[in-house]
Nanobody
Framework: QVQLVESGGGLVQPGGSLRLSCAAS????????MGWYRQAPGKERELVATITSGGRTNYLDSVKGRFSISRDNAKNTVYLQMNKLKADDTAVYYC????????????WGQGTQVTVSS
């Protein structure tokens, strides 16, 4: 059973930066797609960014140019670098992992809170 554990969330001022980490208990090399989702209060969970085993990335339009996803297969870790944070980025961020291009991930992390506020 694979476990995904997120870290790096917290409180940051608008314009600031955070880096989220997602450590997998098993190897992430076998996962086709790793990703980050977020869910704000009263809103549906949305896909923020994905990265394939080949390194191809995809981003939610509202975070393009500000967020960057990366993966370190040797450390079994996926990262989300978030820059120029806005209040609208406030949400619980979830790491995900899946095999193939399925509509929903096979594994989820427990989530980490990101709050952007002055």
């Amino acid at each position: 059973q694979v476990q995904l554990v997120e870290s790096g969330g917290g409180l940051v001022q608008p314009g600031g930066s955070l880096r989220l980490s997602c450590a997998a208990s098993g190897t992430i090399f076998s996962f086709d797609i790793m990703g980050w989702y977020r869910q704000a209060p009263g809103k549906e969970r949305e896909l923020v960014a994905t990265i394939t085993s080949g390194g191809r990335t995809n981003y939610l339009d509202s975070v393009k140019g500000r967020f960057s996803i990366s993966r370190d297969n040797a450390k079994n870790t996926v990262y989300l670098q978030m820059n120029k944070l806005k209040a609208d980025d406030t949400a619980v961020y979830y790491c995900s992992a899946q095999f193939g291009a399925r509509p929903t991930p096979d594994y989820w992390g427990q989530g980490t809170q990101v709050t952007v506020s002055s």
